[in-house]
């Protein structure tokens, strides 16, 4: 079955880029939208945006001038970068399959997280 | 962006008994588009159901989801010891792709 798995550094400097990368077995890249979600200590879901399988993307508004999400299609393999980060951006960074269709909208396969810590 | 209202925040029961959960939107949303994940302690979110009502491969049957428009509901028939968690509702009718601040079911 299709396996997601984050990796990137999981500690950054305030004001630097954070950088994540997400690999996909078992599984193809075709059809498919490829998101970032992240998770603050104690508290609930953000998503941060996708990329489909055709290399659209879509940002939520509120992180839109420091994101970039991209795909690689030949690695399997799709990256977050998320520029001038603060403490406000540690998180626990999930990675997550989306079905997008007119009947469905959900994500059903994720990977397990990756703890980011903003601190000097 | 659509906002998504979860109650109650947290939901003390006991196993056996029943757990209605609530996700209400600020805008009306296609059903076909309202999906609600299950949050373990140090664990991703697990995909319970889709399409407001259509359970995920896997999940069993005492998770039942309903509604439509701006309401929706998760019920949970019986609550069994491992169903203790977080809830969200999350939704993607319109954009952002935005997420309910989730229930939290505890035991009593």
């Known amino acids: 079955q299709v396996q997601l798995q984050e990796s990137g550094p999981g500690l950054v400097k305030p004001s630097e880029t954070l950088s994540l990368a997400c690999s996909v077995s078992g599984g193809s890249i075709s059809s498919y939208y490829w998101n970032w979600i992240r998770q603050p200590p104690g508290k609930g879901l953000e998503w941060i945006g996708y990329?489909?399988?055709?290399?659209?993307?879509n940002y939520n508004p509120s992180l839109q001038s420091r994101v970039t999400i991209s795909l690689d299609t030949s690695k399997k393999q799709f990256s977050l970068r998320l520029t001038s980060v603060t403490a406000a951006d540690t998180a626990v960074y999930y990675c997550?399959?989306?079905?997008?269709?007119?009947?469905?909208?959900?994500?059903?396969?994720w990977g397990k997280g990756t703890t980011v810590t903003v601190s000097s | 962006e659509i906002v998504l209202t979860q109650s109650p925040g947290t939901l003390s029961l006991s196993p056996g008994e029943r757990a209605t959960l609530s996700c209400r939107a600020s805008l009306s949303v296609s059903s076909s588009h309202l999906a609600w994940y299950q949050q373990k302690p140090g664990q991703a979110p697990r995909l319970l159901i889709y399409?407001?009502?259509s359970r995920a491969t896997g999940i069993p049957d005492r998770f039942s989801g309903s509604g439509s428009g701006t309401d929706f509901t998760l019920t949970i028939s019986r609550l069994e010891p491992e169903d203790f968690a977080v809830y969200y509702c999350q939704q993607f009718g319109g954009s952002p792709l935005t997420f309910g601040g989730g229930t939290k079911v505890e035991i009593k």
């Open positions: 990329v489909s399988y055709i290399g659209n993307t």
């Open positions: 399409g407001a009502s």
């Open positions: 997550a399959r989306l079905i997008a269709s007119l009947d469905r909208g959900d994500m059903d396969v």
